[in-house]
């Protein structure tokens, strides 16, 4: 009984693992990253690691466009014109959030998984910059083609 309760413990770690972002950290790619031009900001979203939810990993949109998705422990950005900003994610229902990007500032997005009636829900929410930028650091780089949006 010990050998298969282990065989399924290790299942579920891999399993688990298969979910989670790989990538190089922010840390390791930052001085790489572009600056910014002059009339837009940048839009970093992100996901802390979990167990729970982890296979779900929903597209996120910005102003109705596909820019990543929601992986547990992944970052990735977009840099974006100045204005009016609306991001959602999809599962059994959608959940939106507005902000107002100004020129120059930086923005951070985390969403997170909560429960619902089928399935769970990815819900992003808006953070204060000293706490984007402390959870970013641990996350793994997840959005190669959104960088360049």
Do not use: W
Request: net charge positive.
């Amino acid at each position: 009984m010990k050998i298969s309760n282990a065989c399924v413990a290790l299942s579920a770690v891999v399993l688990l693992s298969a979910c989670a972002a790989s990538g190089p950290k922010h840390s390791e790619m930052r001085a790489s990253m572009p600056q910014l031009k002059p009339d837009q900001g940048r839009i970093y979203f992100y996901r802390t690691s979990s167990i729970v939810g982890a296979a779900m990993q929903p597209s996120i949109t910005l102003n109705g466009r596909a820019v990543g998705e929601s992986k547990p422990g992944g970052f990735f950005y977009v840099d974006a014109p100045a204005g009016p900003m609306e991001v959602a994610t999809s599962t059994e229902v959608e959940k939106k959030l507005t902000f107002t990007l100004d020129r120059g500032q930086t923005r951070y997005v985390r969403t997170s998984v909560g429960f619902g009636i089928a399935v769970g829900r990815v819900y992003p929410e808006l953070v204060d910059n000293a706490t984007g930028e402390k959870e970013v650091q641990e996350a793994s780089y997840t959005g190669a083609a959104a960088a360049q949006r």
